[in-house]
C-alpha cells in the first residue's frame, strides 16, 4: 500500500522512543532537581507553547483551504507532539517517588543519589552521579539507577574494588571516593 494512504496516529504512544523504561515493579526514583526540571518543561509546554501553537492553528484554519495550508498542517503536527510529550510528562511526573541524597545517612555507601569516583582497571578515572531514569545524561556524568554501572556501584564503600559484568568481560571497577552533595 501506497505511504500516501495511511494515517499517522498517536493513540498509544505516550513514550518517546528514547524514553527509558522501568523494570516491571520498580519505583520511579527522582532527584529534586530532575522533578523540577520535568516539572517546568510540563508547564512550559501546557501554558507557553501550546496556547501560542493553537493561536497559529486557529489564525490559519481561518484562511480557507487547510489541504495546502503549511501553518495549518504543520501548526496540528506540532500540537500532536506536544500533547504527547505533555501526555508522557503527567504519567512521569505523577509516578515520581522523589529522593533528596542530601537526605542520605549512609553517606560512606553508594546508592541513588551519590556521585561517585572511580577508576576503571586500565586506570581511566570516571564521575558519575546516580539519577532517575529521567535524569540521565551521560555526557553530563548522570547515570540512570537502573544502568549496569550504577547497579555495580550501589552500596560500595570507598576502596572496594567491584566486578562490572561488560560484554568484552568483566572489569573491576575501584570505589575512590562517594559523596551526596549536589552542585
Known amino acids: 500500500m501506497s505511504k500516501a494512504f495511511t494515517k499517522e496516529t498517536d493513540a ?3 513514550e518517546p522512543e528514547d524514553a527509558q523504561l522501568l523494570p516491571e515493579g520498580q519505583k520511579n526514583y527522582m532527584t529534586p532537581q530532575g522533578f523540577a526540571s520535568l516539572k517546568a518543561e510540563w508547564r512550559k509546554l501546557l501554558y507557553e507553547e501550546r496556547p501560542k501553537v493553537v493561536e497559529v492553528v486557529s489564525w490559519a484554519a481561518g484562511n480557507g ?4 495550508n503549511g501553518d495549518y498542517i504543520y501548526g496540528k503536527k506540532r500540537l500532536r507532539e506536544i500533547d504527547r510529550r505533555v501526555r508522557y510528562l503527567t504519567k512521569r511526573i505523577e509516578s515520581a517517588d522523589v529522593v533528596d541524597p542530601q537526605q542520605q545517612k549512609n553517606t560512606d555507601q553508594v546508592f541513588f543519589g551519590a556521585t561517585v569516583k572511580y577508576q576503571r582497571k586500565n586506570g581511566e578515572k570516571h564521575i558519575v552521579t546516580i539519577v532517575g531514569v ?5 555526557a553530563n556524568g548522570k547515570i540512570s539507577w537502573i544502568s549496569p554501572v550504577a547497579r555495580a556501584l550501589m552500596k560500595a564503600h570507598e576502596g572496594d574494588v567491584i566486578e562490572l559484568r561488560t560484554p568484552a568481560g568483566i572489569d573491576a571497577l575501584e570505589v575512590l571516593s562517594i559523596r ?3 552542585d
Open 65 to 68: 483551504d487547510r489541504s495546502e
Open 134 to 138: 529521567d535524569e540521565a545524561d551521560l
Open 180 to 182: 551526596y552533595k549536589t
Open 12 to 14: 498509544g504512544e505516550d
